[in-house]
């Protein structure tokens, strides 16, 4: 079985063309995704496999919109039974995301209390256990694919940044600022569904100034990214060679079936 997961690796390094590939870590293991195709690489072993929803192609062409599909895009493999994520992890997820337009029937103080018991309860979820050192090694093996060095990375004789510009912690630190300043330039009735329109608007217009900046070869806009990569530094931990190979494993994978499809 290694033998066939390095000559996968192998042949990825050759090539001349690659999927875009992103992923995200869990406490057990490491979610890798292109726009075809995900799969979940378990510490313990276990490979998870699933497809990615494909939306229609005119909805993608419409800004702000398509920037919102991409946000639920990107949670799609914990939606599905597959040992990604457990029942209760899903609930807290979809709890987390309708969490905006409920808060607006909540009297300020409780809002904030219950927001900031949701957000207190992500975090754990999201960072617990070795989830940082296997953050790195997601990051890590995406860098190893897009620098052609994935074979190298397996056997530890290459050591691609654990850091990237495509990390979701670089849109959590660029959403901040933008809800603050949609929140004080937005011509919006003082009315309860008001703060949900807010948040909603937020998050695609991030979505829509961070692919545009990762899209973009200017040095200036990658600026807007250099918040989010320092932030890395407490999202991320340096990786382990074993917690490397598990996000191999997932990049591993995916590129089979791309390859075969």
């Known amino acids: ?4 997961l390095l000559d996968v690796l192998e042949t990825a390094d050759g090539s001349r ?7 995200m870590a869990r406490p057990t293991g490491v979610v890798i995704a292109s726009e075809r195709y995900w799969a979940f690489a378990g510490v313990d072993g276990s490979i998870a496999e699933g497809t990615m929803p494909r939306p229609p192609a005119r909805i993608m062409r419409l800004p702000l919109l398509r920037g919102l599909v991409r946000l639920t895009l990107a949670l799609a493999p914990l939606a599905r039974r597959t040992g990604t994520a457990t029942r209760g992890e899903r609930l807290l ?9 409920g808060l607006v029937f909540l009297p300020g103080t409780a809002g904030l209390a219950v927001g900031a018991a949701v957000t207190l309860a992500l975090v754990v979820l999201l960072f617990r256990g070795p989830t940082l050192r296997l953050h790195g090694a997601e990051h890590r093996a995406i860098a190893a694919a897009e620098e052609r060095r ?5 056997d ?3 050591r691609p940044t654990r850091f990237s510009p495509r990390c979701g912690t670089n849109f959590a630190v660029l959403a901040v600022p933008v809800t603050v300043l949609a929140e004080r330039l937005l011509p919006l009735p003082a009315a309860v569904w008001s703060p949900a329109l807010i948040t909603v608007f937020s998050l695609a217009l991030t979505m829509e100034l961070w692919q545009a900046v990762q899209a973009s070869g ?3 806009a990658k600026v807007f990214l250099l918040p989010g990569l320092g932030a890395q530094r407490l999202t991320t931990r340096e990786p382990e060679l074993a917690q490397t190979r598990v996000a191999l494993r997932a990049i591993a994978s995916v590129l089979e079936r791309e390859s075969e499809g």
């Open 150 to 154: 994935l074979a190298a990375s397996w």
């Open 218 to 220: 200017s040095r200036v």
């Open 1 to 4: 079985m290694q033998s066939r």
């Open 93 to 101: 997820l979809l709890g987390a995301l309708i969490l905006p337009f």
């Open 17 to 23: 063309r690659l999927p875009r590939l992103g992923g």
């Open 156 to 158: 530890g004789s290459a």
